[in-house]
């Protein structure tokens, strides 16, 4: 696609309850990088993929989030027993090179509201 | 370990003046250095990028960046601010050699003065 693709745009669920957060990155960019925004915070690394492979998950702030890519391309935020310090907006961006030394392009991102 | 400050959370100007939004980076060696502007509800959409070189780098919307090494600086500038620019600003880092992670500061919302 022409962009960065993520939804749904938003997701109010219950406390306790998982949630499935979806991101299609621009065709053929290597790298996937998945980041929290919390409301008047900056940008919280979550996760990085490179190819179909996660080298990076030191983000992931508890076992309760996982997440994966497939085919080189869409990636999936699994969010298990959600709590309300969940809330946030979930970002996913992509770059073409693994570096990402070319800068990045972002979704419009899924705003999750846990109640 | 990289890290980025942009001192000022929110900064307020007139429509028509003149812009300086402030990033200083710490890190051993020069890193590629980046702006992103979000408006709201949306992502973040890259204005600029400085990777070596030229330490004053033009970007989209009449944005401008320069790199002061000796200051550990990367600030975003424009000399006529419009409407339109009123949003939120980051500032990033990624190291060479390093593991792929950006840094991004904890950005500035720019409010714009008819």
């Known amino acids: 696609g022409a962009g960065v693709s993520q939804s749904p745009s938003n997701k109010v669920t219950e406390k306790g309850k998982d949630v499935e957060l979806r991101c299609d990155p621009i065709?053929?960019?290597?790298?996937l990088y998945w980041y929290r925004q919390s409301l008047g915070q900056g940008l919280e690394f979550l996760i990085y993929?490179?190819?179909?492979?996660?080298?990076?998950k030191s983000g992931l702030p508890s076992d309760r989030f996982s997440a994966e890519r497939t085919g080189g391309s869409v990636s999936t935020l699994t969010i298990q027993r959600t709590q309300q310090e969940d809330s946030a907006v979930y970002l996913c961006a992509s770059s073409p090179l693994a570096s990402g030394i070319y800068g990045y392009t972002f979704g419009s991102g899924t705003r999750l509201t846990v109640v | 370990a990289q890290s980025v400050t942009q001192p000022d959370i929110h900064i307020t100007v007139s429509e028509g003046a003149s812009l300086e939004l402030r990033c200083n980076y710490s890190y051993g060696a020069t890193p590629y250095l980046f702006w992103y502007v979000q408006s709201p509800g949306q992502g973040l959409q890259l204005l600029l990028k400085?990777?070596?070189?030229?330490?004053l780098v033009q970007g989209i919307k009449g944005f401008e960046a320069e790199f002061k090494r000796s200051q550990s600086s990367f600030n975003l500038r424009k000399p006529s601010v419009h409407w339109s620019d009123a949003a939120e600003y980051f500032c990033?880092?990624?190291?060479?050699?390093?593991?792929?992670?950006?840094?991004f500061g904890r950005g500035t919302s720019l409010i714009v003065h008819p």
């Open positions: 990033a880092v990624l190291t060479s050699g390093g593991s792929y992670i950006p840094t």
């Open positions: 400085y990777f070596s070189g030229d330490t």
């Open positions: 993929f490179q190819g179909n492979s996660a080298p990076d």
């Open positions: 065709s053929g960019h290597t790298a």
